[in-house]
């Protein structure tokens, strides 16, 4: 079955920097990447996806990036803000035909923005 | 604003005592998923139905673990005996199936679970 790593797994920056999380995936299958951030206390939430057929996505101040043929993708935060300061999943997926199947989560990256 | 519902928010139980959460997916979702979170192992799939049946249950410690969806409003995840290394937040989620499919998953605020 798939497996998802993901590095660091705390990452401190300062504010206004940028922040890189990066994750590995096992199956080459897998053709939907999505993250979530988890607040304190809070569920996780989706905030940016990424679909085998593109390379790259950007939303604001974040963006992903896919490479498929090495099987792993990033997401990059720039300008980075305290209110970033959160848990950061990466995660895989098989989906086809309009099913939203199992997603199959990285460990989590404690991102801590430093005012 | 539709929600993901889940009870109990806090549960606090002693070894050997049956748990039994509840789950109600968004309106309209006919895909539903149970994750463990542990700071350990992160977010596990221990479960996850499509109308209502279960497609794969594989992460789920089948001896005293069982998920079951009476209906399509309601997901139950029950624990029976529980034992302290259950000690975990456990989301539930929904999804739905439609074209285009945006994949995403609502989590619900999750049941926090400490067995004594």
């Known amino acids: 079955g798939e497996n998802v790593e993901q590095h660091p797994s705390t990452l401190s920056v300062q504010e206004g920097d940028s922040a890189v999380i990066k994750c590995t995936y096992s199956d080459s299958a897998s053709n939907y990447f999505p993250w979530y951030k988890q607040e304190l206390g809070k569920r996780p939430q989706l905030i940016i996806d990424i679909r085998s057929n593109v390379g790259e996505k950007k939303d604001q101040r974040i963006a992903v990036t896919l490479n498929k043929t090495a099987k792993h993708f990033s997401l990059h935060i720039t300008e980075t803000q305290p209110e970033d300061s959160a848990v950061y999943f990466c995660?895989?997926?098989?989906?086809?035909?309009?099913?939203?199947?199992?997603?199959?989560f990285g460990t989590g990256t404690l991102l801590a923005v430093q005012p | 604003d539709a929600r993901v519902t889940q009870t109990p928010r806090h549960k606090v139980t002693e070894m050997g005592q049956e748990v039994t959460m509840r789950c109600q997916p968004i309106?309209?979702?006919?895909?539903v998923f149970w994750y463990r979170q542990t700071m350990m192992q992160g977010l596990e799939l221990l479960a996850y139905f499509r109308n209502r049946a279960p497609l794969d249950d594989s992460g789920m410690p089948k001896d005293r673990f069982s998920a079951e969806m009476p209906d399509a409003t309601l997901a139950t995840l029950k624990i029976q005996p529980s034992e302290p290394r259950d000690s975990a937040v456990y989301f539930c989620?929904?999804?739905?199936?439609?074209?285009?499919?945006?994949?995403?998953?609502?989590f619900g605020e999750g049941s926090r679970l400490t067995v004594l």
């Open positions: 995660a895989a997926s098989m989906n086809y035909g309009g099913a939203t199947n199992k997603l199959i």
């Open positions: 309106l309209g979702h006919n895909t």
């Open positions: 989620a929904s999804a739905i199936v439609r074209q285009p499919n945006t994949g995403e998953l609502f």
